[in-house]
């Protein structure tokens, strides 16, 4: 444990070697979070890094062995199989912890959270556990939130073109190795023939990602419905998150040839008459949103909003109860890193307030 502050919480970093974890680091830099003292843990494989914050070299402990007792606010972003042993160990130890898995999502006694949309549910943390919702289900909640509060939201399907990085670094890698092996062989063969070119064997992704789209992510779940566990998160998370527990929503989720930041394609149906002009007016003063005329992955990469645009009439609902839209979103940053450092903000400022 290194102390960086005199006054503030106690706080440790659960996967902080990880692509999240790296970015957790930085968030936390960013917005001065008021750490007292900062551990940074991980597995015995990346126990004994030194890693650097604020000028103070920090020392990656095992968390195998590590004492778990001080720390007041434990953010995980080390997998749901670890979370599922550990966060109960650092509640126990009298941490509240901010998972980034999907472990704790559904569970009832566990506030599933976006920071702008449901902070209230943080009053009150039962097993001393916080969720982070998947990224997906993320980008849009701040968006589709003050929608449904104006209009009242009836029905979601949503479509994802989601990003490599959403794999980790292993998706990263499959894409860059890709790529780079169709523009040794000659890129232009892609446009007669997508076989012309002879591609590594999938690592990650299931199928080839580099220029490409592949219809799954996840894993199909053992229900009869066909969907991937990823598909099935949108819908239950949003219910959750929106306390809406009969929403009617479906979601496809494909995975593009993008480095970073996803994109979602939303038809919302509504109680009420929608017009686009009412929509901008809700959406122009809704926190971590910023309208745009085309929302792409560049212009989200790095950012923190989640960018709305293409924004008109859904033509397949009667009554002009429906909006159609385009959202994206960096599934790194707010999509993981971000909103979980927030969510640590709001129970600091809740349940810590004399230490800070």
């Known amino acids: 444990m290194v102390q960086i502050n005199e006054r503030g919480?106690?706080?440790?970093?659960?996967?902080?070697?990880?692509?999240?974890?790296?970015?957790m680091r930085r968030v936390l830099d960013e917005r001065n979070f008021p750490v007292k003292d900062l551990r940074f843990l991980a597995s015995a494989h990346s126990a004994g890094t030194v890693l650097n914050w604020r000028g103070h070299d920090i020392t990656v402990e095992d968390v195998a062995t590590a004492d778990l007792s001080?720390?007041?606010i434990a953010i995980f972003s080390a997998g749901g199989g670890t979370s599922k042993i550990w966060a109960p160990k650092f509640a126990e130890a009298g941490a509240y912890v901010i998972d980034n898995s999907s472990q704790w999502r559904m569970h009832d006694d566990v506030p599933l959270v976006v920071a702008e949309v449901n902070p209230d549910d943080l009053d009150e943390i039962p097993s001393r556990i916080v969720a982070n919702p998947n990224c997906t289900t993320m980008a849009i909640m701040p968006v589709?939130?003050?929608l449904a509060d104006k209009f009242g939201l009836k029905r979601l399907i949503v479509s994802s073109y989601q990003a490599v990085s959403g794999a980790g670094r292993a998706g990263v890698e499959q894409l860059l190795n890709e790529a780079t092996a169709a523009i040794e062989q000659g890129a232009d063969k892609l446009v007669f023939s997508g076989d012309a070119i002879k591609f590594p064997e999938p690592t990650k992704v299931v199928r080839t990602i580099a220029f490409n789209e592949v219809p799954f992510i996840g894993a199909i779940v053992d229900d009869g419905s066909e969907e991937t566990d990823e598909e099935q998160k949108l819908r239950n998370e949003s219910r959750k998150i929106l306390h809406l527990p009969e929403l009617k929503a479906s979601c496809t989720c494909v995975r593009v040839g993008v480095f970073?930041?996803?994109g979602m394609s939303v038809n919302a149906e509504f109680?009420?008459?929608?017009?686009v002009e009412e929509a901008r007016k809700v959406l122009e003063n809704a926190p971590a949103v910023e309208l745009t005329d085309i929302p792409t992955a560049q212009l989200a990469a790095g950012k923190t909003p989640s960018f709305v645009g293409r924004i008109r009439v859904d033509q397949a609902v009667d009554d002009n109860k429906g909006l159609a839209f385009f959202v994206t979103n960096d599934n790194l940053r707010k999509g993981a890193a971000l909103n979980a450092v927030e969510l640590a903000e709001i129970v600091a400022q809740k349940h810590f307030a004399d230490q800070l």
């Open 144 to 146: 589709v939130k003050p």
């Open 70 to 72: 001080g720390i007041d």
């Open 260 to 262: 970073t930041a996803h």
């Open 9 to 23: 919480v106690n706080v440790a970093v659960l996967g902080a070697t990880g692509q999240v974890g790296m970015v």
């Open 271 to 275: 109680e009420n008459e929608v017009s």
